[in-house]
């Protein structure tokens, strides 16, 4: 919905090497449109396999943004449940220009593969991509809310919630503030609905 929006958003998903459909919608309307998607990817549950993996071959792992201290907590449950894995480095930062030139510094000196950003949609996916040729990493993704999970600062919805496609639910009730952004639901609803309809249309045509 934010990539009808801003076509500039719409570019970034379009330059991206990877986009992974982590919401409960997106599998619906892929479901319904002949596109299904085997299960959700998020950053919540991608960081941990993420760095199961990389704990083996010793990638080396960044962790930038969320709140001061919160990456902090994170790297030390990551490092909890995967003892040999290498995190060289913790930033909270921001997506702000005037923030760059310190983050750079960072990774150069710290040479990360992977680059955890957590600055929030739509900020990290678009700080990524203004930054994709200079960043010093062989690999950057924007996980959201996902250090906030892992350091225990905020708590994902039960799993129960989870299995029936209630997360976002149990978000907008955590976080209410987050009725602005899920506004556009029913029209993506609405959307979607449209698109099967003409689908439908074409195949009997
Ligand atoms: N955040 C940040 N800098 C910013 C804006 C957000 O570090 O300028 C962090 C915030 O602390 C949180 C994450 O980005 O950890 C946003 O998570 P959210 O749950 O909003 O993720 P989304 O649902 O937007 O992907």
Not at 43 to 69: H, K, N
Not at 103 to 125: K, Y
Request: glycine share 10%; with cysteine.
């Amino acid at each position: 919905m934010e990539a009808r929006r801003d076509p500039a958003f719409a570019a970034v998903l379009g330059r991206a090497d990877l986009c992974a459909p982590d919401g409960v919608g997106i599998l619906w309307a892929g479901r319904l449109l002949g596109h299904p998607f085997a299960e959700r990817v998020t950053g919540s549950d991608g960081i941990y396999r993420i760095c199961a993996r990389a704990a083996g071959p010793g990638w080396r792992i960044y962790l930038l943004g969320a709140a001061p201290g919160v990456a902090e907590q994170a790297a030390i449950e990551l490092v909890m449940l995967n003892p040999r894995l290498r995190i060289v480095g913790v930033h909270s930062g921001s997506p702000s220009d005037a923030d760059w030139p310190e983050i750079q510094e960072r990774l150069i000196a710290t040479r990360p593969e992977i680059l955890f950003v957590a600055f929030g949609h739509p900020r990290q996916d678009l700080w990524i991509d203004a930054h994709r040729h200079e960043l010093p990493v062989a690999v950057a993704l924007g996980v959201g809310g996902a250090f906030d999970f892992v350091a225990g600062v905020a708590r994902r919805a039960p799993l129960w919630m989870q299995r029936l496609g209630l997360e976002w639910l149990h978000r907008l009730v955590v976080e209410p503030w987050r009725w602005r952004r899920m506004r556009v639901l029913p029209v993506f609803v609405a959307l979607v609905v449209g698109q099967w309809i003409q689908q439908r249309r074409n195949k009997i045509r």
